[in-house]
């Protein structure tokens, strides 16, 4: 696994990959406020078939940290595609989970030209109603600061419930990109509720995998749903898949990711 940064006019962008260069390439974009870190053990498993990229969303993890206000997916999205364009890489397959997965639907839907194929997992579908139902201040990843560093525990309190009990290494991994995102761990999920993302669905055109963890109750309720709004796309869920489905369970992830890549894309390379 190797580590750099490549610099694009809005800034330097932090990645890690895995895999050998002549391979097809696959980026992979990490859930709010997480950072290419929600991938750290997927991307050796990927790495045996592709060129694995996981990126550090502009404004989290080691990215460059430009003024909050101009945050949106489809800058998310165009900054993930100069990324590809830096690497020197014409198309591309992308993964996305949870606010990934909703760059990786405007990446599919933008740039048809450049996306091969697109795994969405843990996709909200962020849609007329769910736009209504989060209009007010978010909840999630939000907690007043205070001087004796009460908020951390409280961090720490309102992730938990949707974590595997007693694993406190992924939390320890969330509390570190929560952290360095800073007011972005709440302007992520704000940014996700804004998107449009129903008219952009009918635009996709390249091969669909939706992955849909049964023990995520952010995502599961509606993810069949979101897969039929998908034309052509396939649906597969993962038992007992929770919110931090990548780095809970990579192995189970890494297989159902390339399986459907080799089978949609003709082979590695």
């Known amino acids: 696994m190797k580590r750099a940064f490549a610099d694009l006019s809005v800034g ?15 980026l992979l974009l990490h859930q709010t406020p997480r950072s290419w870190d929600e991938y750290r053990d997927v991307l050796p498993l990927l790495g045996r078939h592709f060129h694995a990229i996981a990126m550090d969303t502009i404004g989290f993890g080691d990215s460059a940290k430009p003024a909050l206000g101009q945050d949106s997916i489809e800058h998310w999205a165009q900054t993930a595609i100069a990324l590809a364009d830096a690497l020197g890489i014409a ?9 990934g997965a909703v760059i990786a639907t405007e990446m599919a839907a933008a740039f048809p030209d450049r996306i091969e194929a697109a795994v969405l997992s843990a996709a909200p579908l962020v849609d007329g109603d769910f736009r209504a139902s989060h209009a007010g201040p978010v909840a999630i990843d939000n907690a007043v600061h205070f001087s004796d560093g009460s908020h951390l525990s409280e961090l720490w309190r309102q992730r938990q419930p949707w974590y ?9 991994r969330f509390m570190v990109d929560a952290l360095k995102a800073g007011a972005r761990a709440v302007e992520g999920h704000a940014v996700v509720a804004r998107y449009v993302m129903e008219t952009r669905l009918l635009l996709i055109r390249c091969p669909v995998l939706v ?53 949609s894309c003709g082979g590695a390379g």
Do not use: W
């Not at 198309?91 to 606010?99: E, I, K, N, W």
């Open 12 to 26: 330097q962008i932090h990645y890690a990959e895995c895999g050998e260069q002549h391979a097809k390439p696959v």
């Open 91 to 99: 198309r591309l397959s992308v993964v996305g989970h949870h606010t």
């Open 164 to 172: 595997p009990v007693g694993d406190i290494d992924l939390l320890d």
């Open 211 to 263: 992955i849909a963890p049964s023990a995520d109750p952010h995502a599961f309720p509606h993810a069949r749903r979101l897969a039929d709004s998908i034309a052509g796309s396939r649906y597969v869920e993962i038992e007992g898949g929770m919110v931090p489905l990548p780095d809970q369970m990579p192995e189970r992830f890494a297989e159902r990711v390339t399986d459907f890549l080799l089978n």
